[in-house]
């Protein structure tokens, strides 16, 4: 089984998760992540020998503030854009604290109502995805892995019903395995 060294190693191999995680910590936000597909489709393009950005669409930055209000998320991915513009990606900032006002609309299901950044990593389509990686003050890095590491090494793509439709899951399911055919994908239940 493979462990979070080997991950944060693969993790590192992506020059733009490595900027992002470097300067992430300027945006003022004391509880990010970089999340979700920068991550863990890294590690199958490690694992895979590809470029290690192939198939990634995003890059997700993940910050917990109580404020609510649309103008507060606004003035961070503002802020966002002008410091990863040089990266040549999309990195989608949301504030994990707001997810619920607008999930609904966008996934047809309500939303939860998050209490972290972990909290809403814990609520991820598939256990697979479900990894955030932060870089401290003090250089070290955080990891939050709550699955695991096997399925990720093993390319296992099974459902995580906390949260995620039907419909939802597998139309990442059936993107990730035409992007990485080693993917192995269990079905909803």
């Given at each position: 089984?493979?462990?979070r060294p080997e991950f944060l190693a693969a993790v590192l191999t992506n020059p733009v998760n490595a900027a992002i995680l470097e300067r992430g910590g300027e945006l003022g936000q004391p509880a990010w992540y970089l999340a979700a597909g920068a991550v863990f489709?890294?590690?199958w393009n490690h694992l895979d020998g590809r470029d290690p950005g192939a198939g990634i669409n995003d890059y997700d930055f993940f910050y917990f503030d109580t404020d609510l209000s649309y103008e507060a998320e606004d003035?961070?991915?503002?802020?966002?854009?002008?410091?990863?513009?040089?990266?040549?990606?999309?990195?989608e900032v949301r504030n994990q604290a707001r997810v619920h006002l607008w999930y609904e609309k966008k996934f047809g299901k309500p939303g939860v109502?998050?209490?972290s950044c972990e909290n809403a990593i814990d609520h991820?389509?598939?256990?697979?995805?479900?990894?955030?990686?932060?870089?401290?003050?003090?250089?070290a890095f955080s990891v939050y892995a709550p699955f695991g590491y096997a399925d990720l090494f093993d390319r296992?793509?099974?459902?995580?019903?906390?949260?995620?439709?039907?419909?939802?899951?597998?139309?990442?399911?059936?993107?990730?395995?035409?992007?990485?055919?080693?993917?192995?994908?269990?079905g909803w239940p």
């Open positions: 089984m493979s462990t489709q890294t590690v003035a961070v991915i503002a802020s966002a854009r002008d410091l990863f513009a040089d990266l040549g990606v999309d990195v109502q998050f209490s991820f389509a598939s256990p697979v995805c479900s990894y955030g990686v932060r870089r401290e003050p003090d250089g296992v793509v099974r459902p995580n019903t906390a949260l995620a439709t039907r419909e939802v899951f597998e139309a990442k399911a059936a993107r990730w395995a035409r992007e990485w055919p080693g993917v192995s994908v269990v």
